[in-house]
């Protein structure tokens, strides 16, 4: 048979027929029963036959003996299905707790990213009892000085807070106390006359006795810094006296201001620009009556005009070709004496009576004349076009593609 001795090595011993090694009865003899088998081996020291050892009892002397102590062995057999319950019943607490917990990710998957220390989980309402109950040992650990800290896998602590009744049952409990003594604190710190901030929905409000729009307050932070602030408006005052109020956003103020300043400086900017070309335009204005237009076929004699009848001396109007034919095929022609300012006045499009001088003082295409003027357009308010401008040019191309 095979026998475990002592020192918990298996061996093998031949034990011969009608012998009963120690450890077939060890466990099921009470102690009276085995000092008995004891003194009983004592006795037949060195009158034991070949292969027989005094570890080794006749089969006939353990029956006389459990015959002799009948009653303590059926007590020490009592004893030990009792304790064979209570260690049944351990073993499937151990079970069911291992059965509470969420099974860990493989090998590897824990890092300080993704896991929570005893003391954040202590923080947070754990005690030492339910991360044992509901974790386990850590799934990591890291160096924290000469030691290891524990880490627990945030998932398996998140699925325990959210399954387990007892635990979400003390992290209420935990959470109501710690809520209260917040609210308790921060009365207390009102009380003594502090403003200090406080979540309402998202926002950040100050709350604190005294609060009116306009004013400047001292604001006690968490850490017990303080800082300036400005109460834009009141929210609310209760009974007690105190109010919550929305601090100036200084932030938002500043974005503000420098948006408006440089908004003002681009007007500032634009209205010097146009003031430039204004007097640029003014300066190169000829004066009496404008150039005719480059290209312009003069007249050679004194003749009246066309348009506006008034006398055009040689060489100061246009002379222009026109057909005079009865049908398509005549080719006959007449030339007809156009004074300057009519020219420029039909070359322009411009209404009768028009004075020309500031249009064609602005210089521009007659095409882009023609199209500020469709649009009612003064030549003071064109010459502020920048037909350099991108948003301008866009503007133009719109009417003419209007006119078109
Ligand atoms: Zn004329």
Redesign the pocket.
């Known amino acids: 048979m095979t026998v475990t001795v002592g020192n918990g090595v298996q061996v093998n011993i031949e034990v011969p027929s009608g012998y009963l090694h120690a450890s077939e009865v060890i466990d099921r003899t009470p102690d009276t029963a085995w000092t008995a088998l004891h003194a009983h081996a004592e006795r037949l020291e060195g009158t034991l036959p070949s292969g027989v050892s005094p570890k080794m009892f006749p089969a006939e002397v353990v029956a006389q003996i459990e015959a002799k102590f009948a009653d303590a062995y059926s007590e020490h057999a009592a004893t030990l299905a009792a304790e064979k319950t209570a260690r049944d019943a351990l073993e499937a607490a151990e079970a069911a707790r291992l059965a509470a917990q969420v099974p860990r990710l493989p090998e590897g998957s824990y890092n300080s990213s993704n896991t929570l220390g005893r003391g954040l989980l202590k923080s947070r309402g754990w005690t030492d009892g339910h991360i044992t109950r509901l974790l386990g040992g850590p799934d990591c650990t890291i160096p924290s000085g000469y030691e290891r800290q524990h880490l627990w896998g945030a998932e398996r602590v998140a699925y325990a807070e959210a399954n387990d009744t007892k635990l979400m049952k003390r992290l209420a409990t935990y959470r109501a106390k710690r809520a209260d003594e917040k609210t308790e604190r921060i009365a207390a710190s009102i009380d003594t006359g502090k403003v200090i901030f406080r979540k309402d929905g998202d926002t950040w409000v100050l709350v604190g006795r005294g609060l009116v729009a306009g004013a400047t307050v001292e604001v006690t932070k968490r850490d017990g810094t303080t800082t300036t602030k400005r109460v834009e408006r009141v929210l609310s005052t209760d009974a007690a006296g105190v109010s919550k109020a929305v601090p100036v956003d200084e932030v938002a103020e500043a974005r503000a201001a420098a948006r408006l300043a440089d908004a003002e400086a681009r007007a500032a900017e634009r209205a010097a620009a146009q003031e430039t070309r204004q007097r640029a335009a003014a300066e190169a204005r000829p004066t009496g009556s404008p150039a005719l237009p480059a290209g312009t076929r003069r007249n050679q004699r004194s003749s009246p005009?066309?348009?506006?009848?008034?006398t055009?001396h040689p060489d100061k109007?246009a002379l222009r070709q026109v057909w005079a034919g009865d049908d398509e095929d005549d080719e006959a022609v007449r030339w007809e004496v156009?004074?300057?300012?009519?020219?420029w006045r039909t070359l322009y499009r411009l209404p009768v009576n028009t004075d020309t001088a500031p249009w064609v003082a602005l210089n521009w295409p007659a095409a882009d004349v023609q199209l500020v003027v469709a649009a009612g357009l003064n030549p003071t308010e064109a010459a502020a076009f920048d037909l350099s401008d991108p948003a301008t040019r866009e503007w133009v191309e719109m009417i003419r593609a209007l006119r078109a």
């Open positions: 005009c066309h348009g506006c009848h008034s055009v109007g156009w004074c300057s300012p009519c020219t």
